[in-house]
């Protein structure tokens, strides 16, 4: 990053610059992600916080952006549809990896035999890939714990199309989401060494 000095002298110096995890949470399993993410990032060298998207500010502070959310209904929460369309700009400016944290059970793939990675993909995917260009979007299996569910969701529950596609667990695969990152945190490292060594030409 070029510098200038008080004395009007241009320098060069290397900031670390972070990575922001911004996720939307109803129940708690996407937060719990979102922040399992960041601490996988940290662990291979990328600085990273993890906030709720209602939270995250001073976006252009940060050098790239993991945005999640729970799915309900096949669709993102509200919060954070609307924080990637109102950072449009910005996004499409920085590299950003999106992930959904939905499917629940342990069957890979939908009564169509399609791959729940694929068929679990909420509804405004399309448009996130066309406004900003995510450079990935992962989903990764939630959970549901009835305890924590509000009213409304208790008894849609109890539908019996509903059923199947809801059973009470926990389904994260942390070995999954830490290779994720993992692989979010090399790229990172590849853009930055690349613009260091335009930089130093
Ligand atoms: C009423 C209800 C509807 C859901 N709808 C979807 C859905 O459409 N697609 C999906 O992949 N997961 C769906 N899920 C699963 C949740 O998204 C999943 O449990 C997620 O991990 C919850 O995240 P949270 O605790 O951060 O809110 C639904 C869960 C409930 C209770």
Redesign the pocket.
């Known amino acids: 990053m070029v510098l200038r000095t008080r004395r009007g002298t241009v320098e060069r110096e290397e900031i670390q610059m972070s990575v922001l995890v911004a996720y939307a949470?109803?129940?708690?399993?996407?937060?719990e992600i979102a922040e399992r993410i960041a601490e996988n990032l940290r662990e291979a060298g990328q600085d990273a916080d993890a906030r709720p998207v209602q939270a995250a500010d001073d976006l252009g502070d940060y050098k790239g952006f993991v945005v999640g959310s729970?799915?309900?209904?096949?669709?993102w929460l509200k919060d954070a549809a609307a924080f990637v369309r109102e950072n449009q700009d910005l996004l499409t400016q920085r590299p950003v990896w999106l992930f959904?944290?939905?499917?629940?059970g342990t069957e890979m793939t939908d009564a169509k035999g399609v791959d729940l990675h694929t068929a679990?993909e909420?509804r405004e995917l399309a448009e996130f890939r066309a406004a900003i260009h995510p450079r990935e979007h992962r989903?990764f299996f939630?959970?549901?714990d009835p305890d924590?569910?509000s009213f409304t969701?208790r008894s849609?529950?109890k539908l019996p199309a509903?059923r199947a596609i809801?059973p009470e667990g926990d389904f994260r695969d942390w070995n999954e989401i830490q290779e994720w990152a993992y692989g979010i945190a090399k790229e990172l490292a590849q853009t930055q060494a690349r613009h260091e060594e335009q930089n130093s030409r």
Not at 25 to 31: E, I, L, N, P, V
Request: hydrophobic share 45%; net charge positive.
């Open positions: 949470s109803k129940h708690g399993a996407t937060m729970a799915a309900y209904m096949g669709r959904s944290s939905g499917p629940l679990a909420p989903v939630g959970v549901l924590r569910l969701e849609l529950r509903a809801l």
